[in-house]
């Protein structure tokens, strides 16, 4: 069984940045995994996204350029480097993987339905 545990939230102001970890067990880390955030009432929205080897990546136009996803398979660690961050990236954010998914290409990998496993979700805040 696999498990993804998120850290790394908290709260912040407007401009700060911060680094979000999700440590996966259970199983050899080569699948593709993703970020996604909720507001309450509002639908997962699609963060970013890695392959599995980590040489590919994609990121929702509202993150491009201020966030970065980056993945350490010796550490079965996926991470995502949030800076520059505005109140409106305020949101729970979980990591997800993909046992399901073969080939890395939109709109494929913003599909939170085709990601297998989920972490509980850490909770950022940026205030104005």
């Known amino acids: 069984q696999v498990q993804l545990i998120e850290s790394g939230g908290g709260l912040v102001q407007t401009g700060a940045s911060l680094r979000l970890s999700c440590l996966v067990s259970?199983?050899?880390?080569?699948?593709?995994m993703g970020w996604f955030r909720q507001t309450p009432g509002n639908e997962r929205e699609f963060v970013a996204a890695?392959?599995?080897?980590?040489?590919?990546?994609y990121y929702a136009d509202s993150v491009k350029g201020r966030f970065t996803i980056s993945k350490n398979n010796a550490k079965n660690t996926l991470s995502l480097q949030m800076n520059s961050l505005r109140p409106e990236d305020t949101a729970e954010y979980f990591c997800?993987?993909?046992?399901?998914?073969?080939?890395?290409?939109?709109?494929?990998?913003?599909?939170?339905?085709?990601?297998?496993?989920w972490g509980h979700g850490t909770q950022v805040t940026v205030s104005s």
């Open positions: 890695i392959s599995w080897s980590g040489s590919d990546t």
């Open positions: 997800a993987a993909s046992n399901t998914i073969v080939v890395f290409r939109t709109p494929t990998i913003t599909n939170g339905r085709l990601y297998d496993y």
């Open positions: 259970g199983r050899t880390f080569n699948f593709p």
